[in-house]
């Protein structure tokens, strides 16, 4: 079992994604969580992620965009990369209408960024947690943590990303796939080919359950964590 754990927040994203897995996960591993506020593409992203992890073999576990800069990790540093937990992600890159979608909040954040998180809330949750002030407190107050600046060199990272299907192939070690059945932003089917495209990937569907998995369903979510850093 790797040593070390390493997280990757998603889109306005902070530690306070994973709270509820961070400390099950200390238990059994020493966990940091990666800072993916400061590089203008995926790549540099991936590279900055990988100067914070700590020295040698790592388990990666990355959420929404954070599964997109853990698989430029798994193709630059192959070796290191000994587990990858993939959660609300996908390998795919991002069509013409998620662009100009991306680009018309983008412009909007410049004038009203609080506006842009309320537009993003009822995308991220399930219509069942929609209304849950825990889970609509916890992401406007990483979103507005994370700032118009930060959220702006991330959008265009997102834009910039590679099709990442051709390389899933030359994933060799422990993958988990985790998918939110109601998930608006990363449907089921996406995740499935991201499953099928890594060697004996392990998809697990999570019901009841949007775009936010950690959030949403925080004790399964840390379950299907620990016994992929266990197994």
């Known amino acids: 079992m790797p040593s070390s754990v390493l997280v990757l927040p ?15 996960l200390r238990e059994v591993a020493t966990v940091e969580v990666a800072d993916l506020t400061r590089g203008e593409s995926i790549a540099e992203l991936a590279r900055q992620a990988l100067e914070q992890a700590p020295a040698g073999p790592l388990a990666v576990i990355g959420h929404s965009m954070g599964g997109y800069v853990a698989l430029e990790m798994a193709r630059r540093a192959p070796g290191r990369i000994e587990r990858l937990a ?16 991306r680009r018309r909040l983008m412009a909007l954040a410049e004038r009203d960024f609080p506006a842009v998180i309320q537009a993003l809330i009822p995308k991220l949750l399930a219509p069942a947690h929609q209304q849950e002030i825990g889970m609509t407190g916890t992401i406007s107050e990483m979103a507005l943590g994370v700032g118009k600046e930060a959220f702006a060199r991330q959008e265009r ?6 099709d990442s299907r051709p390389h899933l192939a ?20 996406w ?4 499953a099928r495209g890594i060697p004996g990937a ?30």
């Open 202 to 231: 392990r998809l697990e569907v999570i019901e009841a359950c949007g775009h936010m998995s950690s959030i949403e369903r925080p004790e399964e979510v840390a379950r299907l964590l620990r016994s992929w850093l266990e197994t």
């Open 191 to 194: 995740l499935q080919e991201l």
């Open 86 to 101: 993939l959660l609300n992600t996908h390998a795919r890159p991002d069509s013409a209408e998620s662009t100009e979608n």
């Open 10 to 24: 998603g889109l306005l994203e902070d530690a306070d994604a994973f709270e509820h897995q961070l400390p099950i």
């Open 157 to 162: 990272a997102i834009i910039g990303r590679i």
């Open 170 to 189: 030359q994933i060799r070690c422990p993958a988990l796939v985790v998918a939110g059945r109601e998930d608006q932003i990363m449907p089921v089917e």
